[in-house]
């Protein structure tokens, strides 16, 4: 799919529920496309695939490099005992609570990956 050049001059139309019509959207979105094409896809036996286990790779990424930036901070700080850590004015106690809270995020997302 995703080949545009074809005129579509032609509509169908479905009634739903709020509740089927929000459901559809959610669906539509986990697989990074818009409803319409979400539900062409379906319609001519096309299976979208769901790009939230790959978002969520992504972010788990990102928090793991933050994580390693922040025991990088505590490291430096705790070789030369610098009170500032490097410019980030929080202090052992303020880079141990950053790292708890990068850990909670990530079993939050680790979480979410189980989920579905």
Same mark, same amino acid.
């Not at 479905?14 to 539509?28: F, G, H, L, T």
């Not at 430096?76 to 141990?96: E, F, V």
């Given at each position: 799919?995703?080949? =545009?050049?074809?005129?579509?001059?032609?509509?169908?139309?479905?009634?739903?529920?709020?509740?089927?019509?929000?459901?559809?959207?959610? @669906?539509? @979105?986990?697989?990074?496309?818009?409803?319409?094409?979400?539900?062409?896809?379906?319609?001519?036996?096309?299976?979208?695939?769901?790009?939230?286990?790959?978002?969520?790779? =992504?972010? %788990?990424?990102?928090?793991?490099?933050?994580?390693?930036?922040?025991?990088?901070?505590?490291?430096?700080?705790?070789?030369?005992? $610098?009170? $500032?850590?490097?410019?980030?004015?929080?202090?052992?106690?303020? %880079?141990?609570?950053?790292?708890?809270?990068?850990?909670? =995020?990530?079993? =939050?997302? @680790?979480? $979410?990956? $189980?989920?579905?």
């Amino acid at each position: 799919m995703g080949n =545009e050049t074809r005129k579509r001059t032609t509509h169908i139309m479905v009634r739903v529920s709020p509740d089927e019509k929000e459901a559809i959207a959610q @669906a539509a @979105a986990k697989c990074d496309l818009k409803v319409p094409t979400y539900l062409r896809e379906l319609g001519l036996g096309y299976a979208p695939k769901s790009t939230v286990d790959a978002q969520a790779f =992504e972010q %788990l990424a990102k928090l793991h490099g933050d994580f390693g930036r922040m025991g990088g901070l505590l490291k430096m700080w705790l070789a030369d005992g $610098s009170r $500032s850590a490097y410019g980030h004015n929080l202090g052992i106690p303020g %880079l141990i609570k950053r790292i708890e809270e990068l850990q909670q =995020e990530i079993r =939050e997302v @680790a979480r $979410s990956l $189980s989920l579905n």
